[in-house]
């Protein structure tokens, strides 16, 4: 009998011809009520065969949704291997286990502090931390090793001072600028970051909602969950650039490239700091519990590479990508390229060189090498080397990582960047609260800002100016001072949104 998707008669199958499917040998699984034969590529599955086997002969859209994009199978999968339509009333329902963390999990739901008790970024991340699943937390909150850079991504706009000026006149404040030639409201875009439906079912496109309110630009990740042309679709008249993992079939890279030209993208963000994806010791470790089903027990089984999504995500990405491969990408494309992850100046010095239109200076927050400094550090080192050769002009330099604070923005608006990138903030804002979540967190970056820019004398951001900081303990990697512990001691210290008081009853 043939199952294939061509076949002009709607045969629909029923759980039990699926559930006979359930081993190595020949695995079906359901997603999105149809069905498909997996079996040949089990051993190519990024994530490895493990996860899939867990499912064979199952209904396994839950789990396969927040990691895959709606096209994946479309795009991967052999037509003939597209079985058709399922029977959903024939698929015996899963008995969920019960889950004790997930009861708790739901009860910390119902209790949630309300969206207007979150008077910063910090406080998003405070309350997605209670109420994500365990996995998803992982995932979004893991950086690589010690996860010392994730940390000093944010302790190092700590180590730059202001300088104010006063008596300036601020009664009118534009925060207005432009990014390779798009007018913004306020100097952020909002950066690329994998797999959106980990935290919120609807994905990237609230983030694309988001951006559209607040007039900033989205940045749309080659990973992201939703479909590229679904985050596209969503947007409304407003301007997005791509982030770009190079694919080791440059074919593939070219289609997705031109594709996103053709569809209006802006800007084409090389990533450029990730030949390998970095160990991400959280997210491994929240995988650890999956053991998988019997059915993969047999002697057949390769590596297990079920090490958390990260890895299970990168296993396309080109490690002999160099900057031989730049003059390739400006002969298929007319976007501004821009290279993300570029740590060093001398980097910035050849990027200008080859002739790109931007770097983003950037360590992917926090999540690749450990011990690499924070983009701000880097943006300090670049800007006084390009002033000094007059080539100021010649590129936009971004900065992303830890930027948390209005102030972060305004300082690295201060030393020359352009704009700054703002990743996980946004998630966690979107994790707990949705869409209303995203418009609240960018609302309070733009009070922020406003008070801000008032406050050291700046009535636009072409006001802001290296003399207006004092960086001179930036690349100091030391305590500075002792702590004082008797006032520690005496310091009521603040604290994030409370919990809503149970009902009396």
Same mark, same amino acid.
Request: some cysteine; hydrophobic content about 40%.
């Given at each position: 009998?043939?199952?294939?998707?061509?076949n002009?008669q709607?045969?629909?199958?029923?759980?039990?011809? +699926?559930?006979?499917?359930?081993?190595?040998?020949?695995?079906?699984?359901i997603?999105?009520?149809?069905?498909y034969?997996?079996t040949?590529?089990?051993?190519?599955?990024p994530?490895?065969?493990?996860? +899939?086997l867990?499912?064979?002969?199952?209904?396994?859209?839950?789990e396969?949704?927040p990691?895959?994009?709606?096209?994946?199978?479309?795009?991967y999968?052999?037509?003939d291997?597209?079985?058709?339509?399922?029977d959903?009333?024939?698929?015996?329902?899963?008995?969920?286990?019960?889950?004790?963390?997930?009861?708790?999990?739901?009860?910390?739901?119902?209790s949630?502090?309300?969206l207007?008790q979150?008077?910063n970024?910090?406080?998003?991340?405070a309350?997605?931390?209670?109420?994500?699943?365990?996995?998803?937390w992982?995932?979004y909150?893991s950086?690589?090793?010690d996860?010392?850079?994730?940390?000093?991504?944010? @302790?190092?706009?700590?180590k730059i001072?202001?300088?104010?000026?006063?008596?300036v006149d601020v009664?009118?404040?534009?925060?207005s600028?432009?990014?390779?030639?798009?007018?913004?409201?306020?100097?952020?875009?909002?950066?690329?970051?994998?797999?959106?439906?980990?935290?919120?079912?609807?994905g990237?496109?609230?983030?694309?909602? $988001?951006a559209?309110?607040?007039?900033?630009?989205?940045?749309?990740p080659?990973?992201?969950?939703?479909?590229?042309?679904?985050?596209?679709d969503?947007?409304?008249d407003?301007?997005?650039?791509?982030?770009l993992y190079?694919?080791?079939d440059?074919e593939v890279t070219?289609?997705?490239v031109?594709h996103?030209?053709k569809? $209006?993208?802006? $800007?084409?963000?090389?990533t450029?700091?990730?030949?390998?994806?970095?160990?991400?010791?959280?997210d491994?470790? @929240?995988?650890?519990s999956?053991?998988?089903s019997?059915?993969?027990?047999?002697?057949?089984?390769?590596?297990?590479?079920?090490?958390?999504?990260?890895r299970a995500?990168?296993?396309f990405?080109?490690?002999?990508?160099?900057?031989k491969?730049?003059?390739?990408f400006? @002969?298929?494309t007319?976007m501004?390229?821009?290279?993300k $992850?570029?740590?060093c100046?001398?980097?910035?010095i050849?990027?200008?060189?080859?002739?790109v239109q931007?770097?983003v200076? @950037?360590?992917h927050?926090g999540?690749q090498?450990?011990?690499?400094r924070s983009?701000?550090?880097i943006?300090?080192?670049?800007?006084p080397?390009?002033?000094a050769?007059?080539w100021?002009d010649?590129?936009?330099?971004? +900065?992303?990582?830890?930027?948390?604070?209005?102030?972060?923005?305004?300082?690295?608006?201060?030393?020359g960047?352009t704009?700054?990138g703002?990743?996980?903030?946004f998630?966690?804002?979107?994790?707990?609260?949705g869409?209303?979540?995203?418009?609240?967190?960018?609302?309070?970056?733009?009070?922020?800002?406003?008070?801000?820019?008032r406050?050291i004398g700046?009535a636009?951001v072409s006001?802001?100016?290296?003399?207006?900081?004092d960086?001179?303990?930036?690349?100091?990697? +030391?305590?500075p001072v002792?702590?004082?512990?008797l006032?520690?001691n005496?310091?009521?210290?603040?604290?994030?949104?409370?919990?809503?008081?149970?009902?009396?009853?």
């Amino acid at each position: 009998m043939n199952h294939s998707s061509n076949n002009t008669q709607a045969v629909q199958l029923t759980g039990e011809e +699926i559930a006979k499917h359930n081993s190595r040998e020949s695995c079906w699984v359901i997603v999105h009520g149809r069905a498909y034969d997996v079996t040949e590529f089990l051993p190519e599955h990024p994530g490895g065969p493990k996860i +899939i086997l867990k499912y064979a002969g199952k209904d396994a859209t839950e789990e396969y949704e927040p990691i895959h994009p709606p096209d994946t199978l479309e795009k991967y999968l052999p037509k003939d291997k597209h079985l058709g339509e399922v029977d959903m009333g024939t698929v015996a329902k899963e008995e969920k286990e019960f889950d004790p963390d997930e009861e708790e999990r739901q009860k910390r739901i119902e209790s949630m502090p309300i969206l207007e008790q979150c008077y910063n970024l910090m406080d998003f991340e405070a309350v997605a931390r209670k109420v994500m699943k365990k996995t998803a937390w992982a995932y979004y909150s893991s950086a690589a090793d010690d996860e010392i850079t994730l940390r000093e991504n944010h @302790s190092a706009f700590h180590k730059i001072w202001f300088r104010p000026r006063v008596l300036v006149d601020v009664e009118h404040v534009d925060m207005s600028t432009t990014m390779l030639g798009t007018k913004v409201d306020i100097p952020f875009y909002v950066t690329a970051t994998a797999l959106g439906k980990l935290g919120h079912p609807e994905g990237e496109v609230v983030l694309t909602r $988001g951006a559209k309110k607040h007039n900033v630009i989205q940045m749309i990740p080659t990973l992201a969950s939703c479909s590229f042309d679904e985050i596209m679709d969503a947007a409304d008249d407003q301007v997005q650039w791509l982030q770009l993992y190079v694919n080791k079939d440059r074919e593939v890279t070219k289609r997705i490239v031109q594709h996103a030209e053709k569809r $209006g993208c802006k $800007g084409l963000f090389i990533t450029v700091d990730a030949p390998q994806l970095g160990r991400r010791e959280k997210d491994m470790r @929240s995988k650890f519990s999956d053991v998988g089903s019997s059915v993969q027990s047999s002697s057949g089984s390769a590596v297990d590479r079920s090490q958390g999504a990260a890895r299970a995500i990168s296993s396309f990405i080109d490690p002999s990508l160099s900057w031989k491969d730049i003059a390739w990408f400006q @002969s298929i494309t007319k976007m501004p390229i821009l290279l993300k $992850g570029v740590q060093c100046v001398e980097d910035v010095i050849r990027a200008v060189e080859v002739g790109v239109q931007g770097v983003v200076l @950037s360590n992917h927050g926090g999540r690749q090498l450990d011990t690499a400094r924070s983009g701000i550090e880097i943006l300090a080192e670049v800007m006084p080397v390009l002033r000094a050769r007059g080539w100021q002009d010649r590129l936009e330099v971004y +900065i992303d990582g830890g930027v948390r604070r209005a102030t972060d923005i305004i300082k690295a608006m201060c030393l020359g960047a352009t704009g700054v990138g703002i990743g996980r903030p946004f998630l966690y804002a979107m994790s707990a609260y949705g869409l209303p979540g995203v418009d609240h967190a960018m609302q309070l970056l733009k009070d922020e800002m406003e008070m801000n820019m008032r406050l050291i004398g700046a009535a636009k951001v072409s006001d802001l100016n290296p003399t207006m900081i004092d960086t001179r303990a930036l690349s100091s990697h +030391i305590a500075p001072v002792p702590v004082d512990t008797l006032g520690l001691n005496v310091y009521d210290s603040l604290v994030g949104p409370q919990e809503k008081a149970k009902a009396k009853l």
